[in-house]
């Protein structure tokens, strides 16, 4: 069963820092985009960031760019996010999600984890 | 920037059909992708590829494309199927979330 599990979370200061894992299982990790969205509280989806299977290459959402790094460890089989510079709005339930494939689906979703800045 | 836009909220009886819209203006050239999120779950991928059903989704959701809209269609709603509905798609190699739209079933 394909599994995304993430940690990490917790409550940080304004200005401080965190590093969000997420554990996959279930397939081969590294033929996959990997992916983090988050959601503020009653808010909507919001992409942060995505990184190719190799790491060859990075995206980022304007309002983290410069700020956030995506990267991975494929042979752990693990995806990290490095949050820096922390505001208020980055409050939120961050998500990783598993690329489709040929596209830009996210079709597997961890549970998520809650980072409160503050 | 790029944005897709959805009607907040949509409502429907049991059995009915309903139709949730996303506008983007890259959506004639760039995929659709819509997602079901129930209250306290993560979102699940319904469709992708503007049309294409995962496997395990029902028949009674489809997608469709018509130059810049996107629409999501549940044909014979369930009240199970009450839920925030997303759309998504990317440009340039970066993803967009349309607002979401609450199905309330009446």
């Known amino acids: 069963e394909v599994q995304l599990l993430e940690s990490g979370g917790g409550l940080v200061q304004p200005g401080g820092s965190l590093r969000l894992s997420c554990a996959a299982s279930g397939f081969t990790f590294s033929t996959y985009t990997m992916n983090w969205v988050r959601q503020a509280p009653g808010k909507g989806l919001e992409w942060v960031s995505s990184?190719?299977?190799?790491?060859?290459?990075?995206y980022y959402a304007d309002s983290v760019k410069g700020r956030f790094t995506v990267s991975r460890d494929n042979s752990r089989d693990t995806l990290h996010l490095h949050m820096n510079s922390l505001r208020a709005d980055d409050t939120a339930v961050y998500y990783c999600a598993k690329g489709h494939g040929d596209d830009d689906a996210f079709d597997v979703w961890g549970q998520g984890t809650m980072v409160t800045v503050s | 920037s790029y944005e897709l836009t959805q009607p907040p909220s949509v409502s429907v009886s049991p059995g009915q059909t309903a139709r949730i819209t996303c506008s983007g203006h890259a959506l004639p050239k760039q995929y659709a992708y819509w997602y079901q999120q129930k209250p306290g779950q993560a979102p699940m991928l319904l469709i992708f590829q503007d049309t294409e059903r995962p496997s395990g989704i029902p028949e009674r959701f489809s997608g469709s494309s018509s130059g810049t809209t996107v629409t999501l269609t549940i044909s014979g709603v369930r009240a199970e199927d009450e839920a925030d509905y997303y759309c998504q798609s990317s440009d340039s190699s970066v993803t967009f979330f349309g607002g979401g739209t609450k199905l309330t079933v009446l």
């Open positions: 990184i190719t299977g190799t790491a060859f290459s990075t």
